[in-house]
């Protein structure tokens, strides 16, 4: 089928998209309407955990679908009662709020602990957050994320989160006041082109909010459920926060996303929290296959095999063609160019033919990598060889 049959006018205009309509998915591939297959290094943004519609994802909706939907959230639902004992039982906290988006589970982070310090703090309610750091699009979450030209887009901001940088332990401990609340961070920053929080800084953050009764936050949305090589990224830090958001990987492909907390940060009471789909057991299903599967022997092993072998790949193309390094944690990678040659590379990775790439460029000079975690060793090489012929050829 051709793309002009299509009639996309009827979508509302948000963003440029080429004119490609996608039909299929399986594993790591996509298949779009004139037949044509794309390796897919994108995955929904991080999202598609076990690929394109894994069979595991693909049986919990048939078997739940058969059961039931959507008893409404005022009211238990088994799996929901399941995934919310998985994810307390692999990390440090003790209670689960599910929601539907990133961007809608750190609202909720944002609302506990401005609750929190309502109760604990004499109503402190100042967020810390990191320039370049990103959290969401809702009004609250856009005014604690630091994206360039943010502040002014809907003004009037929210207020109550001033920014800090990254890895600068001074520039967050300035910030403190007798109204702070908590201090909130993605362990990688995303969005902004890969660029993970150190050791030093992450422990320091765990100190400085000790010192200050301040809760940590760990927007985990991108990092976690298996993403940077555990099954979530603050486990390598060796801190222990207060509250974690969960989206994107959480779901594999399916709206999902939840906020844990620690028992004594639980501090909403009826009224304060809830939302009509939250915990709705047809996702919350999905959301259990998805963490069985990356609990299973083996998976998370190979997950760091994978990513060795893709950083190691993109050591040896940086080395080949002149450019600046890569960095990331497991399977969340970004090579840095030495110019701005990232959109000009992922337009002609998509249009190869007769199999396209599908890569991201999060700033002009950078080159994300977000692969399925179920990607295998070949399709990471080939992907190398293919990323290294695009660049030959507009080196050329
Ligand atoms: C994607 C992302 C969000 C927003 O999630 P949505 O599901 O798009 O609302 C928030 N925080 C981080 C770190 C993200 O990567």
Redesign the pocket.
Known sequence: MQFSQFNVNALMEITSRPEVVFVRGEGSWLEDQAGKRYLDFIQG??VNTLGHCAPEMRQAIIEQSGKLMNPSPAFYNEPSIGLAERLTKSSVFDRVFFA???????EGAIKLARKWGKVNKNGAYKIITLDH??????LA?MSA?GKPGWDTMFAPQVPGFPKADLNDLESVKRLIDKETVAIML?PV???AGVYPATQEFMQGLRTLADENQLLLIV?????GMGRTGTLFAYQQYGVTPDIM?L??GIGGGV?L?ALLARQEVCVFTHGDQGGTYNGNPLMTAVGIAVFDKLVSPGFMESVNARAKQLSAGLLALSAKWGFQGERGMGLLRALQMDADIGPAIVNAARELTPQGLLLNAPRASSLRFMPALTVSEAEIKQMLELLDGVIAQLRK
């Open positions: 943004w991080a539907n988006s990133g961007a809608e589970a750190n750091g990103f959290h969401g699009r809702t979450t994320s993605e920053q995303g969005e927007d985990e949305v991108q990092t958001t989206a994107k709206p996303a």
